[in-house]
T-cell receptor, first 117, second 114 residues
């Protein structure tokens, strides 16, 4: 149980195009989903937190107009990288949590590797 | 702000060796503490957690004890296996921050040689 999937697992796009990444909780309802970015050999950096049906909360320094997050249902959140540039190339990871407290486990997706040419 | 510091890697050990990966934290509140593991090509998996002082989390032979007095949550295993080769992340979650988000350490890459 508690499986989180991401699609696609990898994507290559041209500079200036937009890319949408999906995150799904397959066997539970996720009240909260998180989006992280991981650079090579570095830690995960939280980009934003989204609760179903409400606007995402972005971390300081993350451009909300560039990284659009939609959490339309309890099992699906999407991250759209708009007008992607090579510096946006990274590993994007989502996680999902069923409960409301910090002791509730976050379940992580396998990640999506984005390469912008 | 809240932060987590892990011992720098990479760490290379022989099979059956004793493992310790140090983790210390700073937090304004009273955080929950976690160890996550990332196997090659896979997403992060929760390895163990502790939610209050002196709690010991354990799983798959790994243990970590929540030490409030030293603000530490060191990961230990008595006898490592080749299959334990992975990247290990220490993390905290501080309800007091409101966002209930995880703050990760930089990760420690562990390689176990047969």
């Amino acid at each position: 149980g508690a499986v989180v999937s991401q699609h696609p697992s990898w994507v290559i796009c041209k500079s200036g195009t937009s890319v949408k990444i999906e995150c799904r909780s397959l066997d539970f309802q996720a009240t909260t989903m998180f989006w992280y970015r991981q650079f090579p050999k570095q830690s995960l950096m939280l980009m934003a937190t989204s609760n179903e049906g409400s606007k995402a909360t972005y971390e300081q320094g993350v451009e909300k107009d560039k990284f659009l997050i939609n959490h339309a249902s309890l099992t699906l959140s999407t991250l759209t990288v708009t007008s992607a540039h090579p510096e946006d190339s990274s590993f994007y990871i989502c996680s999902a949590r069923a409960g409301q407290t910090s002791t509730d486990t976050q379940y992580f997706g396998p990640g999506t590797r984005l390469t912008v040419l | 702000g809240d932060s987590v510091t892990q011992m720098e890697g990479p760490v290379t050990l022989s099979e059956e060796a004793f493992l310790t990966i140090n983790c210390t934290y700073t937090a304004t509140g009273y955080p929950s503490l976690f160890w996550y593991v990332q196997y090659p090509g896979e997403g992060l998996q929760l390895l163990l957690k502790a939610t209050k002082a002196d709690d010991k989390g354990s799983n798959k032979g790994f243990e970590a004890t929540y030490r409030k007095e030293t603000t530490s949550f060191h990961l230990e295993k008595g006898s490592v296996q080749v299959s334990d080769s992975a990247v290990y992340f220490c993390a905290l979650s501080d309800l007091g921050r409101g966002a209930q988000k995880l703050v990760f350490g930089q990760g420690t890459r562990l390689t176990i040689n047969p």
